[in-house]
């Protein structure tokens, strides 16, 4: 702990500005929704977020390039980082929890089995399954079928696990000071982002026209959607995270044994790759 | 004028107020055995906090009083003491124990819904409660029947104000009767304090409860779970009765609804279906669309003078029927029978200056129900 | 505590404004602070900061109490007489949700601003603009919150715990909002706890381990934990209930094969851990104060520790204690019922603990003092009423009735409220400079604790007598008690004006306080100026431990 260097900027635009803009985002959103209108705003609104966030990080990245930093600096980014994505699986621990729930107490019970078994009484047609392929009631219009775990999404599977293999290479590359071979692993494991996302499109192209998985199809659609969903949204966040890593890459900001930015992005896309096997076992496997 | 008549509902309130305070501060011990065991239970817990509550208040007082600056200048210093730790650890887990065990037994008793002698199905919708004894075709809606009037303080407020329904629930006393309930719409909770019976009513699921009533009487309960606007005003009576007097009862239910379904068929004048309709709006409709059918846009649309529907007799009868998904309005076609639904379209039809003369048949309804 | 045993005050860089503390550094190249209004907005000071929110919690304070009022005034006696339903719904439901996201949790987000870095002897939090964005986010969120009462349809009016269907298929138009705000306050508040840990984990004095932090801060280390665990699933939550409002899912719905009590155990997840956000805070408040005035070291500093650490810990293990008539299978009602009640075992620990601190030793009894023991009373009254509601059964017969409204009351209003009150009254001298004037804080207090009773303590006896909660009219045998809650609760409001005007008095002048403003304190924050520069500890103090 070196006395007296822990540096406090002395003030900065970009948090208020932060707030403004997250909240005409939201505001707009909202009006969106309920109004149907205000897509422009919103799009400000997110523009104007995804603008902060770069100027915000520009002002660390120079702060760090300045050497304002110091260990005990680090420390709390790591502290920060590291609570951050506890609080990102507590996020996708809600929706797991949803998912078993439904599967473990709400189907069976409304199919007779079970403590409150007596809910059968209301849909006596109905047998649980799942894949929910005939929600209870009549209104709602299940889905045709169900993807086979055992094609695009297995191919989804390799190309996560592998994209942690290929970041976790370049990595040690780059604490082993190979700049280019770290280089071309990170640019691999970007494109294997890539190709997920590409394959995750192609799929819910698929569901939707195909299979009748709708965000309207019972809680099968539903939970299906909710989870891949977010878990998309984390990995293009991720991949934004690791072309922006790999820009600073390129022009030389890391050093064998000062890149915390570089490992804060590889800590977050391992942890979007876990939820993607808990994803693949719960959603499609099981 | 108005004000003189506040004071006076006032006053009539204090007064219809103080003998009810006699007894109005507790739980009341009830009318089941449950109901007495959770009320004993809830004293023994009672007692024991207050006996706590006394002793550590006690030490704590003693030590502000004795310990107080004026008294005790020279602070002591110790700030550890591992037996006491332990003891004040132990003694209270004891205790819980102690709470737990008659509380576990209870709540065994409670969930014990096996070997009815009755099955009620209670079902809860915005803002009453539906009853069907379960394999007898007796079924009825019982609504709040406090006059609006009192609400507003234009009347003076009686005893049961807000207590009172049009049709109670009818039960046997001595007999063990099992509730199973749902709701229509949102959550409603069912509860009468007297046979310690709260349970939500979730829609899409069934709940069970059951009762036996060990004495005949009038119970009052209300609804227990905020479920919209008139939460407060969906109140539930238990008529209690001698075993023989309730059979006697559902005999006669049970023919009326025999009656009103033979009804079906037959032509009906439009007098008959308006005053048969004002009774089934006042009752059911009337929470939303209001008793003068000006509803409370934009939430609730008016029905007097509403264009839309008065130019199509077809829409009106599909809306009452099957509802408007996604809204308040529920489906009616399963909570009530023909002649309800044709009279309260009738009547909505002709009521508050609507003077369209559609007379709409319990027939017609009933080949479309098929 | 003796003086001498106290660390050793650490010289000040200057004692002036950030300007000055800023140019001494090495950094001086930065920009120098914005004056005016754009200072505030900018500002990455943990001090300025704290400010903020416990200003934006006052001023929340305020409009949830006029809420409650509305409340409390149609309550006044039975009929309709100044409210709908409707508005009263979104009455009940606004006061719940700004009193608990509004008031209390940004109040304790102050306080840790303000002590925590002070505490450990810190320069500033951990991540300072990060700081920043957290406090700017709430005033964004509740301005919207606020707005909804304006839409068309109104605002929420499903209760601050917005149950589906009520919420979903049932809500106003303007639930989309509501969610909306929401997301937004959570975000600050996982951004405000994240920065609260790093904190406490990473920039303590030298020397000063773990066991040697004062127990403020160890329960806010705590309670930062139970943020970030939680405050995602509310966020996870409310998504699915945009998503089954706005996108046709149904996860509260059977028809689709979902379930509206999937919602509450969701919720709940959630709003139990909530509730001890709201009171661990509280605790190291009052475990900070008694020992100051009893002069005597705290009792029992490891058992505290361990003790919150397990309330913590069970808090994740109880949710289901509100839904006991949902109707749960009947082990799932005896294992919420069993882990609920052994809550009382750590909280007893607690209160034990601080009588023992009073114990022989030489109490005096300023205003923070007299927050912190109607604390100790009030808190454990409404601690007994929890443990009543643990008793599945019974609960058949307290739940959702006012018996409930007050046992919530009674650790939400004399406990974290007051505690809230005792922390500024003991602290003021620190902000300011100034001692809170001590006859007006009397008064306050007195005041308080009276118009508190007289509003909670006959909630009791109207729940326990049948009266349902979030109801605007009621049956007439509750008349007598509901008219004596509101007599009370305007008592107690307006004797919060009192506290407005002693902060004001005491911001402006009054009698000056040394650095170690109460005889008997002993933290870090006694060694630094009164009032505190902007700037402390930007060397840090070398730390030593004294009596735990
Ligand atoms: C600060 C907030 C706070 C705190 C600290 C607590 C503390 C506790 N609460 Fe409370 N509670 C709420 C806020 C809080 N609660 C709110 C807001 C609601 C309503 C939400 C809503 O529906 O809107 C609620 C509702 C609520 C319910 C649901 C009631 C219902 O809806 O039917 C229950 C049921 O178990 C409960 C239990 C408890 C228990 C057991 C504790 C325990 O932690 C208390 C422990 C303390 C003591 C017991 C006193 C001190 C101990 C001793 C002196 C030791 C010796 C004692 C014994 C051995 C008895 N609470
Ligand atoms: C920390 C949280 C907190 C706090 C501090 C309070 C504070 C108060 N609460 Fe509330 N309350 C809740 C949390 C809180 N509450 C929650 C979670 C609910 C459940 C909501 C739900 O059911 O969904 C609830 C519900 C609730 C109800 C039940 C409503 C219902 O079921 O319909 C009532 C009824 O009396 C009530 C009253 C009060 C009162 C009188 C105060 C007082 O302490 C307020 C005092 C403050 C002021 C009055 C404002 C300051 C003063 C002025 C503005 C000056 C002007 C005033 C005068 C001149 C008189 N609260
Ligand atoms: Cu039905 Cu409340
Ligand atoms: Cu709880």
């Not at chain 1, 209104?139 to 996560?160: K, M």
Request: glycine content about 8%; some cysteine; proline content about 6%.
């Amino acid at each position: 702990m070196s006395g007296g260097s822990y540096y406090v900027p002395a003030s900065s635009k970009w948090p208020a500005l932060g707030s403004a803009a997250v909240g005409l985002m939201m505001v707009s959103l909202g009006a969106v929704l309920v109004h149907g209108q205000g897509a422009l705003f919103m799009t400000i609104g997110l523009v104007a977020v995804l603008a902060v966030m770069w100027f915000w990080f520009r002002d660390v990245v120079k702060e760090s390039r300045q050497g304002l930093y110091d260990a005990q600096m680090d420390r709390s980014f790591r502290w920060g980082m590291g609570w951050f994505i506890f609080s990102e699986i507590m996020f996708f621990a809600a929706f797991f929890g949803a998912l078993f729930y439904v599967r473990t107490f709400s189907l069976p019970w409304l199919d007779g089995e079970g403590a409150k078994g007596v809910a059968s009484l209301l849909w006596p047609d109905f047998t649980a399954s799942w894949p929910l392929l005939n929600p209870p009631g009549e209104n709602v219009v299940g889905p045709l079928e169900v993807v086979s775990p055992w094609q695009l999404p297995l191919v989804n599977t390799i190309f996560l696990i592998s994209s942690s293999i290929t970041l976790t290479i370049s990595h040690e590359a780059l604490k082993e000071g190979h700049r280019a071979t770290a280089r071309n692993w990170l640019i691999g494991t970007l494109a294997l982002g890539v190709c997920f996302l590409i394959v995750q499109g192609i799929e819910y192209y698929e569901a939707y026209t195909h299979y009748g998985i709708t965000l309207e199809a019972g809680i099968y659609g539903s939970t299906f959607f909710l989870l891949t969903g977010f878990h998309g949204l984390h990995v293009t966040i991720g991949a934004i995270t690791l072309a922006v890593l790999l820009a600073r890459l390129l022009k030389g900001h890391f050093t064998p044994d000062d890149h915390f930015a570089f490992e804060a992005g590889a800590w977050y896309w391992h942890f979007v790759d876990v939820v993607w096997i808990g994803l693949f076992l719960f959603v499609y496997v099981f | 004028m108005r004000r003189k008549l506040a004071l006076m509902t006032g006053a009539g309130s204090l007064c219809g107020v103080t003998p009810a305070l006699a007894n109005g501060w507790n739980m009341p011990v009830g009318v089941t055995d449950v109901s007495r065991d959770i009320h004993s239970l809830h004293m023994t817990i009672f007692w024991i906090c207050v006996v706590i509550g006394v002793v550590v208040f006690g030490v704590m007082f003693y030590s502000l009083l004795r310990f107080r600056r004026s008294r005790h200048t020279d602070s002591a210093n110790f700030h550890e003491n591992t037996t006491v730790e332990i003891l004040w650890t132990t003694v209270p887990l004891l205790i819980l124990v102690g709470m737990a065990l008659p509380a576990t037994a209870t709540l065994r008793q409670m969930y014990d819904t096996s070997e009815a002698d009755l099955d009620v199905m209670i079902t809860g919708q915005q803002w009453r409660w539906r009853y069907e004894y379960l394999g007898e075709d007796v079924g009825f809606t019982s609504s709040l029947s406090t006059p609006r009037a009192q609400i507003t303080g234009e009347e003076e407020r009686q005893e049961h104000y807000l207590l009172e329904v049009d049709e109670p629930l009818v039960l046997p006393v001595g007999r063990k009767v099992r509730f199973l309930m749902t709701a229509d719409d949102v959550i409603h909770s069912w509860w009468v304090p007297e046979l310690a019976v709260k349970q939500d009513t979730i829609p899409g699921f069934v709940n069970e409860n059951w009762v036996r009533i060990n004495e005949p009487g009038i119970y009052r309960g209300q609804c227990a779970e905020l479920c919209g606007k008139d939460h407060a005003f969906m109140p539930i009576v238990v008529h209690a009765m001698e075993s023989d007097e309730f059979d006697t009862w559902l005999a006669d239910r049970k023919e009326a609804a025999a009656q009103e379904a033979l009804g079906v068929d037959r032509e009906w004048a439009l007098d008959e279906l308006m005053e048969r309709g004002e009774q089934v709006y006042n009752s059911v409709c009337a929470s939303c669309h209001q008793v003068d059918g000006s509803g409370s846009e934009p939430a609730f649309p008016a029905l007097a003078g509403n264009e839309q529907l008065l130019s199509d007799v077809e829409f009106h009868i599909d809306v009452v029927l099957n509802g408007v998904p996604g809204t308040p309005m529920a489906a009616y076609r399963n909570n009530m029978n023909p002649v309800e639904l044709a009279s309260v379209i009738t009547y909505e039809r002709n009521a508050w200056g609507n003077e369209t003369g559609d007379a709409v048949q319990p027939s017609e309804i009933q080949s479309r129900l098929e | 505590m003796a003086l001498n045993q106290l660390p050793k005050p650490t010289p000040q860089h200057s004692t002036a404004t950030a300007a000055g503390g800023v140019a001494e550094e090495t950094h001086d190249h930065h920009d120098q602070p914005p004056r005016g209004a754009l200072r505030w907005l900018l500002t990455t000071n943990h001090k300025e900061i704290g400010s903020m929110y416990l200003i934006f919690s006052l001023t929340m304070f305020f409009i949830g109490g006029i809420f409650a009022l509305v409340v409390r005034a149609e309550l006044f006696q039975p009929g309709l007489q100044l409210v709908q339903p409707e508005f009263f719904n979104q009455m009940t439901t606004m006061h719940g949700l700004i009193m608990v996201f509004g008031a209390v949790m940004p109040a304790f987000v102050g306080l840790a601003n303000w002590m925590v870095p002070l505490q450990v002897g810190a320069p500033d939090m951990a991540l300072p603009r990060l700081n920043n964005f957290s406090f700017w986010l709430l005033p964004v969120a509740f301005t919207l919150l606020l707005s909804t009462l304006l839409m068309p349809g109104g605002g929420p009016n499903f209760g601050w715990t917005f149950y589906a269907p009520l919420s979903t298929t049932y809500g106003p138009p303007s639930t989309t909002f509501f969610i909306l705000s929401l997301h937004i306050a959570g975000i600050s508040s996982i951004l405000g706890a994240i920065n609260i840990i790093a904190t406490i984990l990473n920039m303590r004095a030298p020397g000063m381990r773990m066991m040697d932090m004062p127990l403020f801060v160890w329960t806010w280390l705590i309670t930062a934990f139970l943020l970030i665990a939680v405050m995602p699933v509310l966020a996870g939550v409310i998504t699915m209930m945009l998503m089954d409002i706005n996108f046709g899912t149904s996860f509260f719905t059977a028809a689709g094969g979902g379930d509206p009590v999937l919602f509450q155990h969701l919720f709940w997840f959630f709003g139990h851990p909530e509730v001890y956000i709201m009171i661990l805070p509280a605790f190291g408040i009052v475990s900070a104060i008694i020992p100051t005035f009893a002069r005597k070291p705290l009792f029992g500093y490891a058992s505290m520790v361990y003790a919150t650490a397990s309330i913590a810990i069970l808090s994740f293990l109880v949710w289901a204690h509100h839904m006991f008539v949902v109707g749960m299978p009947l082990v799932a009602e005896l294992f919420f019922m069993y882990t609920t009640m052994l809550i009382a075992i750590p909280t007893g620990v607690k209160v034990f603990n601080w009588i023992a601190t009073l114990f022989r030793g030489s109490i005096t009894f300023e205003t923070p003092m007299l927050f912190a023991l109607a604390f100790v009373v009030l808190f454990t009254i409404g601690g007994f009423s929890g443990l009543m509601l643990a008793i599945s059964p019974a609960d058949f017969q307290y739940h959702d009735t006012y018996f409930v409204v007050a046992h919530f009351h009674y650790v939400l209003v004399p406990g974290a409220v007051f505690s809230i009150m005792a922390a500024v009254y003991y602290w003021l001298p620190k902000w300011t400079g100034h001692y809170a004037d001590e006859r007006l804080g009397q008064w306050h207090f007195w005041t308080s604790v009276i118009g508190v009773n007289l509003t909670f303590f006959p909630m009791h006896f109207s729940g326990l007598a049948g009266m349902p909660r979030r109801i605007p009219d009621y049956s007439l045998q509750f008349a007598d008690f509901n008219m004596v809650s509101s007599l009370g609760a305007f008592m107690f409001g307006a004797s919060q004006l009192i506290f407005v005007w002693v902060i004001i008095k005491c911001v402006r002048g009054g009698v000056k306080a040394p650095a170690q403003a109460w005889e008997g304190a002993g933290d870090l924050e006694w060694t630094v100026p009164s009032p505190a520069p902007l700037h402390t500890f930007e060397t840090p103090p070398e730390f030593k431990p004294t009596s735990h």
